[in-house]
């Protein structure tokens, strides 16, 4: 086990570059399964959740080798569909293999993911959309057994816009036999760049990005050409709150300011000043933080994976600042652990109350899921005059590639250590 220690007190100054997105990294990495031969992936970001993955696709036949910064995945011998229950548990993004799968090999037996830190997080608007496209299923012992001859296109709307429901019946839409159309799909940034990498091998998808996504099934695709994953969001704007809760400078290298528009906006309310350059955004904070209130939503609205570290920012802005959550249910778990560092919030239901401190003490503090575990960092990074210990970082690795030297190489006091 490993913790993080920061001293907090320094503004953050200087360049940081983003890594390739988590988010558009999962779907696109099991989109391989969709034609045979081999994938070469650039910007994939080293991280836990990209490393299950690959070890759930392994036990597959799927082969992986990684050279000068490119992933080449070799889907040409696919002899397996089970995800065991022992990785699935770890990243319940397992959950994208079923489509890929089913359009590849007609099955799939992949564990049912559990509950979550920060909701019950079911899929069955994912499951409801496969049997419209003709899948049979069955839950046996936890697991899913999905069973298909060939997938046929069908109109799915989607209750909520869900974003690995939309990547799954869009990988499962490509291969159908017909059109599909999904309504009320998400529009994330992530969806875009799998949807690029769909037609680079051949797919034929209009709409995504919106809300109508018409997908025109083909039978074979072919492996793309070399595809360069996005830049993540959720990490450059994580970056981009830490400028502004140490009051520093930061240049955030390779993000596109068009996915962070609703972050944009906010940290301008808040004070800071945040320019727009040719290859990312500079952020400059600025004194005082001013208090602002935030809902989130899907995209482009502001980012559930974003709130746990916007609100790190608020608890040492002046005034009081509602923070409401309306994506998932549970979202406010980092409230204790802020709260031992000498925040005050109150939490009424699935909103916020965060009443800006002049600063925030040092204190040992427990990460609990990925998005938390950011905030708690963030949150050390101003706490003065003594160590702030995050505990159970596993889930910070889970999707950010080494964010503590980052932090460090832009002048913070801040290193892992093992306990
Ligand atoms: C994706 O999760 C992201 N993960 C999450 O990022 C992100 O928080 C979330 O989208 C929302 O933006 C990946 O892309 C791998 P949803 P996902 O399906 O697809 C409900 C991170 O920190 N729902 O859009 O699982 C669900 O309970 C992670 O990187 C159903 O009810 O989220 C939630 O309330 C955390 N039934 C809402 O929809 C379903 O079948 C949105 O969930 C599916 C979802």
Redesign the pocket.
């Known amino acids: 086990m490993e913790k993080i220690v920061i001293e907090g007190g320094a503004p953050l100054k200087g360049a940081v570059r983003v890594s390739g997105a ?2 558009a990294a ?1 779907p696109v990495i099991a989109a391989c399964f969709l034609a045979q031969g081999t994938h070469r992936l650039k910007n994939v970001p080293h991280l836990k959740d990209v490393q299950t993955i690959k070890t759930i696709m392994s036990g597959m036949g799927v082969g992986f080798s990684e050279e000068n910064g490119v992933l080449s995945v070799d889907t040409a011998e696919v002899s397996g569909y089970f995800a065991p229950y022992g990785l699935v548990k770890t990243m ?2 397992s959950i994208l293999l079923l489509g890929p799968l089913l359009a590849r090999l007609g099955r799939a037996k992949i564990s049912l993911p559990g509950g979550c830190a ?9 499951l409801r959309a496969l049997a419209a496209m003709g899948v049979d299923m069955f839950l046996d012992r936890g697991y899913i057994n999905a069973t298909v001859d060939r997938l046929k296109g069908a109109k799915i709307f989607f209750d ?1 816009p ?4 939309t990547e799954n019946i869009l990988m499962a839409a490509v291969r159908a036999e017909g059109t599909t159309i999904l309504e009320n799909a ?1 529009k ?1 940034p ?1 969806i875009v760049d799998l949807a690029d990498f769909l037609r680079a091998m051949g797919a034929h998808i209009e709409g995504d990005g919106t809300d109508t996504i018409v997908v025109e099934g083909v039978k074979e695709l072919s492996p793309a050409p070399e595809h360069s994953i996005i830049p993540d969001r ?1 990490e450059a704007g994580t970056l981009m709150i830490a400028a502004a809760i140490t009051k520093g400078s930061v240049s955030i290298e390779g993000c596109r300011p068009e996915h962070l528009a609703a972050v944009i906006e906010k940290l301008h309310s808040a004070g800071a000043t945040v320019r727009e350059m040719q290859n990312g955004l500079v952020v400059q904070g600025q004194d005082p933080i001013i208090s602002v209130d935030i809902e989130t939503m ?1 995209f482009p609205g502001f ?3 974003l709130q746990a570290q916007f609100m790190a920012l608020m608890c040492i802005a002046k005034g009081s600042s509602v923070i409401r959550e309306t ?2 249910e549970n979202r406010f778990i980092h409230v204790s652990e802020l709260r031992r560092m000498g925040a005050e919030i109150r939490i009424r239901g699935n909103q916020a109350l965060v009443v800006g401190k002049e600063r925030l003490l040092p204190a040992p503090v427990m990460a609990t899921d ?2 938390a575990s950011a905030s708690l960092v963030l949150a050390g990074l101003v706490a003065e005059g003594g160590r702030t210990e995050v505990n159970r970082i596993y889930h910070l690795d889970r ?1 950010y590639e080494a964010l503590e030297k980052k932090f460090q190489a832009l002048g913070a006091s801040i290193w892992r250590e093992k306990i």
């Open positions: 988590k988010n999962l319940r993004a920060i909701g019950a997080r079911p899929i069955n608007l994912h909520i869900t974003v690995t429901g998400a994330e992530e959720i899907p980012p559930t994976d994506v998932f990925l998005r999707g």
